[in-house]
């Protein structure tokens, strides 16, 4: 093989059936644009703000009716007479009636349910010095439920120049009414008393834990020193002790009045006095000189 043959290049093969097609050249851009005039211009940017201003148009359209449906719905269920109240459940009510209730919660028949305060009835409720706690549930279409606790009056006060209920720790409630009186026990108590000693003697009574009940005392007095002196309205026995320690004072009364019980000599005892873990019987005048017990 001669050097002529190694260095020939090998021809291109023509494809069968003709010459070797060449993709027509891409013209080139010249940089020419057409300029439209200021009158096409004008009629474009009109056709596009003709566009805008017709779907803002619709778009406010859209929304003003549906604002104005969704107000004359609400317009239609506050005032058609289907949602009106007629009925008012009361429940937990002793001292106050029902009349009573509508009157302090200024509810009237016929008032549109979905339009009634709820916050603004509880809020009136528990204006009432009577009501403890109150709980106001609408129950649709017409009927309203009223639930209350009302504070239990455990003795009478003196307030001013008149009396007053109390409750279990000796805070005022209400003025005693014409018509309304409950022979309740009579608290009086120095300056400085906690009412918290007072309602946890009352506790104790409640829980009968005493020899004696509520309703067995006539009056109770409560010294700023801690004495508690009771006295019992049937037989007018005086019980005197310390309101601490209370518990082991109550222990030591009950064995006491047991042991004056068993002897039949209670019935003539005027005075039981718990102090410094002894207690002192004290006889009435007609009966046998008293002595110290336990």
Request: hydrophobic letters at 40%; glycine letters at 12%; a positive charge.
């Amino acid at each position: 093989m001669s050097v002529a043959s190694l260095t020939r290049r090998t021809p291109h093969r023509v494809p069968r059936g003709g010459a070797i097609r060449k993709s027509a050249p891409r013209p080139k851009p010249n940089g020419y644009r057409r300029k439209s005039t200021w009158l096409q211009d004008g009629l474009s940017a009109a056709r596009k703000g003709v566009r805008l201003f017709l779907y803002g148009a619709g778009v406010l359209v859209l929304v003003l009716g549906m604002s104005w449906s969704v107000l004359a719905g609400h317009r239609l269920v506050t005032t058609h007479p289907y949602f009106g109240l007629r009925h008012v459940e009361v429940t937990g009510n002793h001292r106050i009636s029902a009349g009573q209730i509508m009157e302090i919660s200024s509810l009237g028949l016929g008032r549109n349910m979905l339009t009634l305060d709820m916050a603004g009835v509880r809020s009136s409720l528990l204006q009432d010095p009577w009501i403890a706690t109150a709980s106001v549930k609408r129950i649709l279409p017409d009927r309203l439920s009223i639930s209350i606790t009302e504070r239990e009056p455990c003795f009478l006060v003196k307030v001013g120049k008149g009396l007053h209920f109390a409750g279990s720790d000796g805070r005022p409630i209400a003025p005693v009414e014409a018509g309304r009186f409950v022979s309740l026990p009579v608290l009086s108590m120095e300056e400085g008393v906690e009412h918290h000693e007072i309602e946890r003697l009352v506790r104790r009574i409640e829980e009968k834990r005493m020899p004696f009940v509520m309703a067995e005392l006539g009056w109770i007095r409560i010294t700023a020193g801690g004495q508690a002196l009771l006295s019992l309205s049937t037989t007018g026995l005086q019980v005197s002790m310390a309101l601490e320690p209370l518990d082991e004072g109550i222990r030591r009364l009950n064995l006491a009045w047991r042991d004056l019980e068993g002897r039949g000599a209670l019935g003539g005892t005027a005075r039981i006095t718990v102090f410094g873990g002894k207690v002192l019987a004290k006889s009435r005048p007609q009966a046998t000189a008293g002595g110290q017990l336990g």
